[in-house]
């Protein structure tokens, strides 16, 4: 009778024991990491994009995480390959660089992990999912706006980041193709990486070998920004057309200091590229490119861009 007891009390265990990893199985979640190019003060592009991955993680149940390297694409690279050995269900990653990367993203596809790549693009066909801007689309909207602000036969200089990537080479050829047709001189480009030092220096190595210049496309936001500065600094008014419609640029356009600039959708970005994560990993149909597109903002608009860009960084 003992024997019998034991043996019903030995079963009973058992099947608590399997319930509980039955239990476990229904509630964990699947596991997405997020790795972009920074989230420090420069970094507000990126913290919409953060903003929109969490929004994301939170609608579809998941357990996500986001994180930058500390000191640039070597360390995106070291960030990368111990991600790996956590084996996430899928990456979401905005490459710095492409050299160091695709041959670890590599060993990601070989064990079934999809890999995205949000904002920017590789020269690889590895990648399950590109979410981002059409960049030469959105440099071709940036000459556009910027042409509507000038005359045949003005001068314009673009400033760029000096890291150089395919999607900036892109952003790059839009604006020229445009201002080209509408019979803009492009007279200068110069790289230009930070706000405070480089790109204060190109903009004066600009206005004292072109003083006729009548506006300048900044490459980005962070390039914008800094431009803006210097050309207040110097007494200057010529229009600046920036990229990534971040909230100090659209304030600029509000106060009426710019007259408009175009925006992209660093927001959609990270909840779209979640989203395409979660159809991956259930082996749903996902877009090999997603076009996140991109607006025009002018005075009429930049509040309501405002106040969405304060509600999504709470």
Not at 94 to 100: C, D, E, N, R, W
Request: hydrophobic share 40%; with cysteine.
């Amino acid at each position: 009778m003992k024997t019998s007891r034991m043996i019903i009390v030995i079963i009973a265990v058992f099947l608590v024991f399997l319930i509980g990893i039955n239990s476990n199985k229904r509630e964990s979640k699947p596991k997405i990491i997020v790795v972009l190019k920074t989230l420090d003060s420069d970094g507000q592009y990126w913290k919409i994009i953060e903003s929109g991955a969490k929004k994301a993680f939170h609608d579809f149940k998941i357990d996500g995480m986001v994180i930058t390297p500390k000191h640039g694409v070597n360390d995106q690279a070291d960030l990368l390959k111990n991600i790996l050995k956590l084996k996430p269900d899928a990456l979401i990653v905005a490459p710095i660089q492409p050299s160091p990367i695709i041959p670890i993203l590599e060993k990601y596809k070989r064990k079934n992990i999809p890999v995205l790549l949000v904002d920017t693009n590789l020269d690889w066909n590895g990648q399950t999912a590109y979410i981002g801007t059409d960049n030469y689309g959105l440099g071709e909207k940036c000459g556009e706006l910027l042409g509507t602000m000038l005359q045949p036969g003005d001068e314009v200089a673009f400033i760029y980041p000096t890291i150089v990537n395919g999607d900036m080479v892109n952003r790059l050829k839009g604006a020229r193709s445009v201002l080209a047709a509408d019979g803009i001189k492009i007279i200068a480009e110069l790289p230009a990486d930070n706000e405070l030092g480089e790109v204060k220096r190109s903009l004066s190595n600009i206005l004292g070998n072109y003083p006729n210049i009548k506006g300048i496309f900044a490459a980005t936001d962070i390039v914008a920004n800094g431009t803006l500065k210097g050309l207040k600094e110097k007494g200057v008014k010529i229009p600046v057309v920036g990229t990534d419609g971040t909230m100090q640029i659209i304030k600029y356009v509000e106060n009426g200091e710019i007259s408009a600039t175009i925006a992209q959708n660093p927001y959609d970005m990270g909840y779209i590229s979640v989203e395409q994560a979660v159809k991956a990993m259930n082996r749903k149909t996902v877009n090999k490119k997603f076009d996140s597109g991109i607006d025009i903002i002018d005075k009429d608009n930049a509040r309501t861009k405002i106040d969405f860009l304060t509600s999504v960084q709470k």
